[in-house]
């Protein structure tokens, strides 16, 4: 970023008193808003000064950064965290449509097991399936699901379809 002189040092400058030790004046005199922090601390070591100098004269206001660079600094830290912002909303909006996609994929693996193991009594919870819309409205479908089939079948088949639908999916089912 290139520094300038600010109002405060021309004031000091165009002052006869000698309020500035001669290098910091003679460094001071140079700042011409063309030369970065970098530049300025070479030709402070190449004028014999400590090149902590230039950030003397930052801290005693008498240079900043020139309003064109600040401003352009400022635009790049709000495209930055705009893009940021827009990267985090893309990876929310991929990991929904995969959520949505594993839900799916989860509904229709245990409706096909509950067709299998009901074979033609599965009307209403086909039909209570339409109404899923998350992971835990699946859990619940999944507990009714099991508890027909217990009260059609056995508790064995109604524990064979959680499990069978836990290991495909990984769902963890309580």
Request: hydrophobic share 45%.
């Amino acid at each position: 970023m290139r520094l300038q002189k600010t109002d405060l040092a021309r004031q000091l400058l165009g002052n006869p008193r000698r309020d500035l030790p001669a290098g910091h004046r003679m460094l001071l005199i140079t700042v011409d808003g063309r030369r970065d922090l970098r530049q300025l601390r070479e030709l402070a070591r190449n004028m014999g000064l400590n090149p902590s100098v230039v950030e003397d004269l930052y801290g005693r206001g008498l240079i900043a950064p020139v309003e064109a660079d600040l401003l352009a600094q400022q635009d790049a830290h709000r495209a930055a965290e705009l893009e940021r912002a827009q990267r985090e909303a893309l990876a929310r909006q991929q990991a929904a449509v995969q959520q949505a996609r594993r839900l799916a994929r989860a509904k229709l693996y245990a409706l096909d097991l509950v067709a299998r193991m009901l074979v033609g009594q599965d009307g209403e919870l086909r039909a209570l399936a339409r109404h899923i819309d998350s992971e835990d409205g699946l859990q619940l479908w999944i507990e009714a699901a099991a508890q027909q089939i217990r009260e059609r079948s056995s508790d064995e088949r109604a524990e064979r379809f959680k499990e069978r639908v836990q290991e495909e999916l990984g769902l963890a089912l309580a």
